[in-house]
C-alpha cells in the first residue's frame, strides 16, 4: 500500500484539529497549559506554541507520526506523518480591527532544503478572531504568574486575549516550482527580519498572503 497523496493527509489533519482543539481559547489557561505540558510557556507568542504544541500529541494519537525534518539544529517541523506539515496561527485582525492577510513561514534556506528533500512541505493555518489586551491586565497577570518583578519585566506586544477559531485550511508547496510561480504571481514574498537580541542577522523568511493564494491551492474539511 502506497503513500496517500498530501490532500488527503492534510484532510485527516484537519478532521482532528476541527474535533479535538478547542474552538475558543483563551491565553491563561493556555499558557498554564504550556507551563504544565512543555518548555514554552513563556514564549510572548502564546497562541502559536499552544496550538502547536496540543495538536502535535492529537495528531500523534489519531493518525501516527512525530516531529518532522529539521529546521535548524534547536527546531523541526511540527509534525510529520508521511509528509511535513507545520502548524500555523493567523490572526484574522490586527489589536486595532484591521483585516490581516499575510502570515510568516519558515525560512528560506530551510523551507527550501527541506521540500527539495522530503518531498514537499505543508502548512496547516487556523484562522483565528483574537481579542487583544488593551488594558494590560493579561500582562500583569502573566507577570505575577511567571514570578516577574517591575525590575526584571520587559516591555512587550500586546498580548493576544482569546481567540475563536473561524476557519481552517491546509496548503502543501509540493516542489521549487510552486514557490518560484508563487513568486512570480506575488502569493509568495521572501522578507529579511530584524536581528537577533544579539544583534546578528536573521535569515530570511518566506512569507505568503492568504487572500492572493488562488482558491484551488487551499486544502479545506470536507
Not at 539544529?73 to 500555523?88: A, E, G, P, T, V
Request: net charge positive; hydrophobic share 35%.
Amino acid at each position: 500500500m502506497g503513500s496517500p497523496q498530501p490532500e488527503n493527509e492534510a484532510c485527516d489533519i484537519l478532521h482532528v484539529i476541527d474535533k479535538y482543539f478547542p474552538k475558543v481559547f483563551g491565553a491563561q489557561e493556555s499558557i498554564k497549559w504550556l507551563h504544565r505540558h512543555s518548555t514554552k510557556g513563556k514564549e510572548s507568542e502564546w497562541q502559536a506554541f499552544f496550538f502547536e504544541e496540543y495538536c502535535r500529541p492529537l495528531l500523534t494519537t489519531f493518525l501516527g507520526g512525530w516531529h518532522g525534518a529539521r529546521i535548524i539544529k534547536s527546531s523541526r517541523i511540527d509534525y510529520q506523518r508521511y509528509y511535513n506539515w507545520d502548524l500555523k496561527v493567523h490572526s484574522i485582525k490586527d489589536k486595532n480591527g484591521k483585516a490581516q492577510h499575510s502570515i510568516p513561514l519558515n525560512d528560506k534556506n530551510s523551507m527550501d532544503r527541506i521540500i527539495s528533500t522530503e518531498f514537499g512541505l505543508g502548512f496547516i493555518i487556523a484562522y483565528v478572531d483574537f481579542t487583544f489586551d488593551t488594558n494590560g491586565s493579561l500582562q500583569k497577570w502573566r507577570d505575577k504568574f511567571e514570578g516577574r518583578t517591575k525590575k526584571h519585566s520587559k516591555r512587550h506586544h500586546m498580548m493576544k486575549k482569546t481567540g475563536v477559531i473561524v476557519n481552517l485550511k491546509a496548503l502543501f508547496l509540493k516542489d521549487s516550482k510552486m514557490i518560484q510561480d508563487g513568486e512570480r504571481k506575488g502569493w509568495i514574498k521572501i522578507f529579511n527580519q530584524g536581528k537577533q537580541p544579539t544583534g546578528a542577522p536573521r535569515k530570511p523568511k518566506y512569507m505568503i498572503n492568504l487572500d492572493q493564494v488562488p482558491d484551488d491551492m487551499f486544502i479545506t474539511l470536507s
